[in-house]
């Protein structure tokens, strides 16, 4: 029986360092770590190795349970993995331990507030965002494709295949250019 570390942060830019000396100081044999976002469990190989490590009697550790999962789907789909494997869960700043009835249901409860904070964030980003283009501030990305570039190479009598070998683009980004809506 071991305890087994999961530490997460969202950017390459954070620091892992809290998550990590809290999962040794709570006692895990192993800890293993990424910086990837947490709104989905596809991506994230660090976890798929713990999950798949993990054996009858061992316990998951993580910091709070929205480095684990930030949907409610996803909690409960590795929740019930390691149920089902006879793993318990546990948090070191929350009062999660999954091997009891307590435990469990605030579990669940933690996990709605996180797919929460993720719904109302993106909510408050796309405001920002609309906020931003009302007034002129925001332009997205900008071009990296030069129209005259392709128009030139077009009145070469290149093709689009051509053009887009040619400046190292996807062919459907010549198409765009050349016949605007």
């Known amino acids: 029986m071991s305890n087994v570390g999961y ?22 044999d192993v800890i293993r770590s990424e910086k990837v976002s947490g709104t989905s469990t596809e991506g994230r190989a660090e976890l798929q190795t713990v999950l798949a490590f993990l054996r009858r009697g061992d316990t998951l550790m993580v ?39 307590a435990g469990k249901a605030f579990l669940g409860m933690l996990g709605v507030f996180a797919e929460f ?5 993106r ?7 609309a ?22 190479l077009k ?9 887009a070998k040619r400046l190292k683009i996807g062919r459907a980004s010549v198409y765009r250019v050349l016949s605007p809506a």
């Open 7 to 28: 530490a997460r942060v969202s950017s390459a830019g954070q620091d892992l360092d809290i998550q990590l000396a809290a999962l040794k100081a709570a006692g895990c």
């Open 117 to 121: 904070e993720t719904n109302i964030r």
């Open 123 to 129: 909510e408050r980003q796309l405001e920002g965002i």
């Open 63 to 101: 910091t709070k349970i929205d480095r684990l999962a930030r949907s409610i789907a996803d909690l409960s789909n590795i929740a019930r993995e390691l149920n089902s494997k006879g793993v318990a869960l546990k948090a070191t700043d929350q009062p999660i331990d999954t091997s009891s009835a």
């Open 131 to 152: 906020a931003a283009k009302k007034a002129g501030v925001y332009k997205g990305r900008p071009a990296t494709i030069r129209a005259e570039d392709i128009a030139k």
């Open 155 to 163: 009145a070469d009598g290149l093709g689009a295949s051509e053009i």
